[in-house]
């Protein structure tokens, strides 16, 4: 019994970074709130503004706002897609998902134009359902173009379900021997990344160098027309205006990102300029290194003795033990979405493999 609670974010090489986690008997509004508490001695508010995304947890969302009210709270989009599937239950199949699209569409729109073309889509075609669902859905927690923070294009929780695929073997020990097993994993991690990032000689890490090699390798043919040392138009279809002093491009997506967009590369490589020198920190080698630069020490773990006399005794929680063998794989919130696959016994689409397949495929059957 038990439940484990986590909070994650990525380094600016795209990798998993665990900031804390806990051990609690039951995911409640008290044991956020608890979580958010201790969360808060561990993140510095004056030194930076925190973004937290996840899935409208009752308990999130007021723990968020008691304890860090000055920072930013964001709903995960993938959630999003799955409460929304389930308010358009009743709808057709293939209607549904079209209706899905063009509210993707409205959260990823870099532009208010934009999203007001597809919120008229959405709207229109939606019926009452979509409209009750977006009443309790502010425009600032999922359509990136009006938040007022940064968040480097993340627009999902997906990071709290690669924290949990880590630690499937972990998760099954005991409590304490899962503590110790996630201490030692966390501990070996961040020292391999350690050692890695001390061999890189380049300014930005490998993932932000292979995007801008993409983007390098995408704009070479276009056309670059200056107005001034820092002014360009870019001269595609449609055309776009690139400052480059301000970090800006009117396509909007340099802004929301935090990274070059092709136009601003585009830019930067007719002006002769460093391009690492627009490229966000966050990105930066440096600031990897500063992230790994702190190791996680050892416990040792010495026999102590008897401790029976010492007057104390720690009695474990008092919780109910729920009916049924224990549940080891995830819950899906409700609405999610199942992937289908191809199952290469059977040949049927479902959510099982070759591994799994009951199909009985004896002739006459």
């Known amino acids: 019994m038990g439940c484990l609670m986590s909070a994650s974010t990525k380094d600016g090489n795209a990798g998993l970074f665990p900031l804390c986690f806990g051990v609690v008997d ?5 044991n956020w709130l608890w979580f958010m508490e201790k969360s808060h001695g561990i993140l510095d508010e004056e030194r930076r503004v925190v973004v937290f995304i996840s899935d409208r947890h009752r308990g999130i969302k007021e723990g968020i706002a008691k304890v860090f009210p000055s920072n ?5 989009l993938y959630h999003l897609k799955g409460n929304l599937r389930t308010a358009l239950a009743s709808t057709n199949v293939k209607y549904k998902e079209s209706l899905i699209r063009v509210f993707s569409k409205c959260a990823y729109a870099p ?10 889509n959405l709207l229109k075609h939606g019926g009452a359902a979509v409209v009750h669902f977006l009443s309790e859905l502010p425009n600032e927690r999922w359509v990136n173009i009006f938040f007022p ?12 379900e690669c924290f949990n695929s880590w630690l499937l073997k972990e998760r099954e020990l005991h409590v304490v021997d899962m503590v110790d097993r996630i201490r030692k994993k966390m501990m070996k991690s961040m020292c391999l990344r350690r050692e890695r990032a001390n061999k890189w000689e380049q300014v930005i890490c490998p993932y932000g160098e292979s995007r801008l090699e993409k983007l390098y390798d995408l704009v070479k043919t276009w056309k670059v027309i200056p107005s001034s040392a820092d002014i360009f138009e870019v001269d595609t279809d ?13 396509c909007c997506w340099w802004q929301l990102n935090g990274f070059p967009c092709c136009h601003a590369v585009c830019a930067i490589r ?8 627009y490229v966000e920190r966050y990105f930066h080698v440096e600031s990897y290194r500063q992230v790994y630069s702190k190791p996680i020490y050892p416990v040792a ?5 008897d401790v029976a006399d010492c007057g104390t005794s720690i009695l474990p929680p008092l919780s109910k033990k729920p009916p049924g063998r224990p549940k080891k794989k995830r819950l ?11 199952c290469g016994r059977c040949g049927k689409m479902g959510n099982h493999n070759k591994l799994t397949c009951k199909e009985d495929l004896r002739p006459g059957f």
């Open 26 to 30: 039951a995911e409640n509004n008290d």
């Open 72 to 76: 930013f709270h964001v709903y995960c």
């Open 111 to 120: 532009t208010v134009a934009k999203f007001n073309q597809h919120m008229g």
């Open 149 to 160: 923070g940064q968040r480097y294009g993340a627009m999902s929780s997906s990071l709290a």
């Open 238 to 250: 449609p055309s776009v205006c690139v400052d480059i002093g301000r970090r800006t491009c009117s």
């Open 270 to 277: 007719y002006s002769g300029k460093d391009l690492n020198l």
């Open 301 to 305: 773990s010495l026999w102590k003795g």
């Open 332 to 342: 899906r919130s409700n609405g999610e979405k199942v992937r289908e696959m191809k």
